[in-house]
């Protein structure tokens, strides 16, 4: 599900991005961060609307392999909550690739 979740939100983004994306969600799983702490699941992370898992066919290889990355290596910062969309102003501290239409961003640049 993290997989199809990827390829709804970020599927046409560069390989950066693909696991930045799913390292934000592995790291709302793991986080205490008071609108997290509750989130302690999968499911419980991705029902209450903060990502798409619209069928927009199956996740790609690179999808895949962008999962595997942020589970094996997790190269972001763990509070590393968020991702939006570029044109939002508030919150953004990581451009994972400058040609990227998303932004994210950590607890310290977010409050």
Known sequence: ILARVVMSEVGIESFDVKQALAETIINRLE???KEF????TLDKVIVPGQ????DNGNPTEDCYK?????IEYNAFPDDMLWARANYVSYGHEY???KNSITKF????KYQ
């Open 95 to 97: 451009t994972i690739d």
């Open 51 to 54: 990502f798409s898992t619209q």
């Open 105 to 108: 961003s950590t607890v310290n």
């Open 31 to 33: 986080s205490d961060y």
């Open 37 to 40: 702490k509750y989130q302690d």
């Open 66 to 70: 962008a999962v595997y990355a942020a």
